[in-house]
């Protein structure tokens, strides 16, 4: 099963170094030398990794078939994806891939049918579920213990806490703010 675990990013320097944009928890064995990668383009690309070396921050790549700084910009914002075996887990057992939630039902604490997980998406401050509600609509979950607080993937469900608009926008509760 081929997995995204990074984008490329800018070209670094003029030997066909790539600025990697990370999307793996396990950079160091994704992008470990000799790793094949495959890119998320139409036709798709397999990359071998000849080296890679973490400089002020950032994981830096040298792909075998990029030879200069010309073909390294060629191929900037390109996901790249890597295979994994589909009964591979993350070591911890908190963390989930993205393919292990999505599909999963979602239901509150006290049971009731809450929709299906349809994506997950990540930002920077933390990641969120987004959820395809019953009625059709949308929303979105931040994947915290707090709002998340099960999960299981044996019997295939998440618990989403029963907290006021975060599964109905409409029942959120209204605080009124003094006017200046």
Do not use: C
């Not at 990359?47 to 010309?70: C, I, M, N, Y």
């Not at 989403?160 to 006017?179: C, I, K, M, Q, S």
Request: no cysteine.
């Amino acid at each position: 099963m081929l997995v995204i675990v990074g984008r490329i990013g800018r070209a670094h320097g003029i030997k066909g170094e790539i600025g990697m944009i990370v999307r793996t928890d396990d950079p160091d064995l994704r992008f470990a030398d000799g790793a094949k990668l495959v890119t998320a383009s139409n036709p798709p690309r397999t990359l071998t990794v000849q080296s890679s070396r973490w400089h002020s921050g950032r994981l830096l790549v040298k792909f075998a078939e990029v030879p200069d700084r010309t073909a390294a910009e060629l191929l900037r914002n390109l996901e790249v994806q890597s295979e994994i075996d589909e009964d591979e887990r993350p070591e911890d057992p908190d963390e989930y891939y993205d393919r292990e939630l999505i599909g999963l039902k979602v239901r509150t604490a006290t049971g009731e049918d809450a929709g299906e997980v349809i994506d997950v998406i990540h930002l920077p401050s933390q990641d969120l579920l987004e959820i395809r509600r019953p009625a059709g609509n949308a929303v979105l979950v931040p994947l915290v213990a707090e709002l998340v607080p099960e999960i299981d993937l044996d019997a295939q469900y998440v618990t989403v806490a029963d907290r006021p608009g975060l599964l109905d926008p409409d029942g959120a509760e209204v605080v009124p703010t003094d006017e200046a």
